[in-house]
C-alpha cells in the first residue's frame, strides 16, 4: 500500500519556467511533509518542509503548498535553472512516529 | 566534520556471502536509518533506531540485521546475499524526537550476482 504517491515519473521544464511537482497520500494521520532533492550518486539532501496547520511555505525559488483536503501537495520551482534537474522525493510523517514515509520520486530536466 | 558517512561506496556480491554496511555521523544524531532506492520504489525503509543499543524494524526488514552499539555508528548485515538485495542503500540520521528532518549518507551501490 502506497501511502505517498508521486504519480509522475519524470518531468521536463524549460529554464527559467515555472516547475510543478506534485505528491498525493492517503493517510490522513500525516501532518509534516519534506520535499528531498537527488543527484546521482549522492544521498537525498532536505529541500524544504511544511507542517499540516500550514497551507504555503516558502524558501527562496522554492514554494510548497499542501491541500488537506484533497491530500495533496506540491512543489514550485521558480524560475526553474539548470542545477534544479535532479530527483525529487516527497515525504510525510506522523508526529511521534519518528519515521519518514517516501514517494516514489520524479526526476526533474530543466532544459536550456 | 564530515556528517554521516557510509562504507563501502561499492560492492559486488555473489549470491550467499554476507557483508556489513557501516553508517557513521558525527553530526550527534539520536535517530538512525538505513534505506534502500530501487528504481520505481521511492526510499524504503529497512531498520531503524531511536538511540544507541535499540534497534527496530521498517517496512522491508526482511533478509537483514542491524546493530547500534555506539551512537555514532549503525550497520547493516546482510547474512546471506540474494540477488533482490541489489540496490542502493542509504543511511540517515535525525537530531531528536523534535525534528523530523533527516540527513543522508551518499549511499552505497550493491549488486547480488
Known amino acids: 500500500d502506497q501511502q505517498v504517491k508521486q504519480n509522475s515519473p519524470s518531468l521536463s521544464v524549460q529554464e527559467g519556467r515555472i516547475s510543478i511537482l506534485n505528491c498525493d497520500y492517503t493517510n490522513s494521520m500525516f501532518d509534516y511533509f519534506l520535499w528531498y532533492k537527488k543527484y546521482p550518486a549522492e544521498g537525498p539532501t532536505f529541500l524544504i518542509s511544511i507542517s499540516s496547520i500550514k497551507d504555503k511555505n516558502e524558501d527562496g525559488r522554492f514554494t510548497v503548498f499542501l491541500n488537506k483536503s484533497a491530500k495533496h501537495l506540491s512543489l514550485h520551482i521558480v524560475p526553474s535553472q539548470p542545477g534544479d534537474s535532479a530527483v525529487y522525493f516527497c515525504a510525510a510523517s506522523v508526529t511521534g512516529a519518528q519515521k519518514l514515509v517516501f514517494g516514489q520520486g520524479t526526476r526533474l530536466t530543466i532544459n536550456p | ?113
Not at chain 2, 19 to 37: K, S, V
Not at chain 2, 41 to 60: C, F, N, P
Request: proline letters at 4%; glycine letters at 12%.
Open chain 2, 1 to 113: 566534520n564530515a556528517g554521516v558517512t557510509q562504507t563501502p561506496k561499492f560492492r559486488v556480491l555473489k549470491t550467499g556471502q554476507s557483508m556489513t554496511l557501516l553508517c557513521a555521523q558525527d553530526m550527534n544524531h539520536e535517530y538512525m536509518y538505513w534505506y534502500r532506492q530501487d528504481p520505481g520504489m521511492g526510499l524504503r525503509l529497512i531498520h531503524y533506531s531511536v538511540g544507541e543499543g535499540t534497534t527496530a524494524k521498517g517496512e522491508v526488514p526482511d533478509g537483514y540485521n542491524v546493530s547500534r552499539l555506539k551512537k555514532q555508528n549503525f550497520l547493516l548485515g546482510l547474512e546471506s546475499a540474494a540477488p533482490s538485495q541489489t540496490s542502493v542503500y542509504f543511511c540517515a540520521g535525525k537530531a531528536g524526537l523534535f525534528t523530523d528532518t533527516q540527513y543522508f549518507g551518499p549511499g552505497t551501490r550493491l549488486t547480488v550476482l
